[in-house]
């Protein structure tokens, strides 16, 4: 049924349960998953960066910082997918987090895209996050949202 799984992480609890919920589907499906993170920079950063004239050697080590951090998280939850004998592997991206999700099961020919829900603010957010709001009205493969 589904054979390439795209896991969406952030690390918020609704997350872990998705990760969760993935190992059991892929475990049972013999199905490979690629654990996805994506994070964009708030702008506020990068106007705090020019407005304070942090040097640009000192912002790509602050960034070479957050994607080193970003791929132990990621490191950390494909060891989970190891331990089971399930073929994982990772993938980050410094983009918002809903178009990039979108894309980039669409690129890898995902048939399947597992994410955590979130309760924000608004009354649409009440229900399901504005990543996975996203991705549930633009995403052409189906959407587990655990």
Known sequence: MYKKIL????????????????????????????????????????????????????????????????????????????ELEVNASTMYKNERPGPAIVETAKNLQCDLIVMGSRGLSGVQSMFVGSVSNYVLHNAEIPLLIV
């Open 7 to 82: 896991l969406a992480v952030d690390q918020s609890d609704h997350s872990k349960k998705a990760v969760n919920h993935t190992k059991d589907l892929a475990e049972k499906l013999g199905a490979d998953v690629v654990i996805f993170h994506s994070y964009e920079l708030p702008s506020a950063l990068t106007d705090y960066a020019i407005m304070y004239h942090i040097p640009e050697d000192k912002q790509k080590q602050m960034q070479e910082n957050l994607n080193n951090k970003h791929s132990k998280f990621l490191q950390s939850i494909k060891d989970e997918f190891n």
